[in-house]
């Protein structure tokens, strides 16, 4: 019996229920299984069994174990099991009519227990692990599993599985009968005319195991072997989750991300202070709309492409005061392109303070238009510049501003703006702070300062930097 199915010694209790499966014979045996057998097994497994039969009880022994059984002597029929726990492995068999070969299957057991624990017996369980046969040593003739063909045989392999070549009768199967599989499945399996399992490949293009690659197709080659071809480059493939990037099978069967062009417009984060483009590796950017590098976005820049203020100098306050007393002193230098010319008549002047990128604390427009005598507000033209005057507060800072051409400095505007009475400042200014002019629509026609905390100092609420 095949040791890989063995198990642990097995009680008593259990061996007399086995042993009930066995109707009791005569006293004088009908079959005596006594003597030497050649004994074979699927799968290789041969060996000498050496029987003794006493009335209904076998005992097996082979080389270092001893096995016992049962037999119904005037059947034939027997069982042998080997001596482990919980329930051992059981060999049942049939001796043929002259006594001298006998064949049978292997099988597990499992306990049955109908009626509680001490009703408890062993059953076979399952389909047959194994065929085993036997052969009386010395009786002759033919006995089919002794791996010698008879007279009366055609074949005589040993015992074999149910789908070889050669039958339970050691006869050959009909040529062309399926066979022994061989596991692959770009070959057929079927039995020759010699009884032999052969596998020859089956025909190029046959569906085969799947690789669970999108990018190849999976079909024998005509020579036995499953092959994985890749599809036709730029196949679509799966999907990465990446608006900015191509999914497409490879010419080498991979399945391919490839980066969109830089620049591609990719899904809108929401911010209307980012552009939403693909960079160069396939990522969706979303970069601040900032063409000064100022770190104000553009939507909000007062002056997007200006030119520098120079000799800045800003003072505003008074904060932690009440309302009606703030100050407002703007002063520089720009020097916007010639054209087109500056016209705050027509264009206006805004000033725009803050003190973080997001930070304005104040935004305010001196409208365009010439000076009227009626309102007493408005702009002047003064020689080569222009000054504007109102004797009202405007936007809660601004009451004056002026713009000069000085004669030693061509090309520059000077810029003043100043305001008392105000009521813009709400709270504490910090630095750094930034100031925009605005002079007119034109590129150029703006400018920019930005003062850091060492460029700023506070005096009783007035915040003065230069």
Known sequence: MPTAAR???????????????????????????????????????????????????????????????FI????????????????????????????????????????SCPGGPNTCTCVASGPSTANGRGCRVGAGGDCCGDHVVGATEECDNGPEPADACCDATCHLRASGSSCTADANPCTDDVCNATGTCT???????????????????????????????????????????????????????????????????????????????????????????DVDGDGVCDVFDACV??????????KVGRYGTPPGDDRLTVKGDMTPPPNPPLDPIADGLRLVLRDSPDGVFLDVTLPPGAYSAATRTGWKVRGTGFDFVTPQVVGGAVKAAHLRRPASLPGVVRVAISGKGGSYVTGLVTPPLEVSVVVGPAGGQCAEATFGPASCSEHSGVATCD
């Open 305 to 314: 492409d200006g030119v520098a203020l120079t000799k800045a100098r800003l």
């Open 7 to 69: 198990h642990a010694y097995f009680p008593a209790l259990t061996l007399a229920a086995l042993a009930v499966v066995v109707p009791v014979g005569h006293a004088r045996a009908d079959v005596d299984l006594t003597g030497s057998w050649n004994v074979y097994f699927q799968g290789g497994s041969s060996g000498v069994w050496n029987i003794t039969q006493n009335g209904t009880t076998l005992t097996v022994t082979v080389p270092g174990e001893t096995f016992g059984g």
């Open 199 to 289: 596998h020859p490949a089956l025909g190029a293009g046959t569906s085969c195991f799947d690789d669970q690659n999108a990018c190849t197709t999976d079909a024998c080659d005509g020579a036995g072997t499953c092959a994985h071809t890749p599809v036709v480059s730029g196949t679509p493939c799966a999907d990465d989750g990446l608006f900015c990037t191509t999914d497409a099978c490879d010419a080498g069967g991979s399945c391919a991300h490839t980066p969109l062009a830089a620049g591609t417009p990719c899904p809108d984060d929401g911010q209307v202070c980012t552009t939403d483009a693909c960079d160069a590796g396939g990522t969706c950017t979303h970069t601040l709309v």
């Open 72 to 111: 119904n002597p005037q059947t034939g029929s027997f069982q042998v099991y080997s001596p482990f726990t919980p329930c051992p492995v059981v060999f049942l068999a049939t001796t043929s009519p002259d006594g001298n070969a006998f064949n049978g299957d292997v099988y597990n057991t499992v306990p």
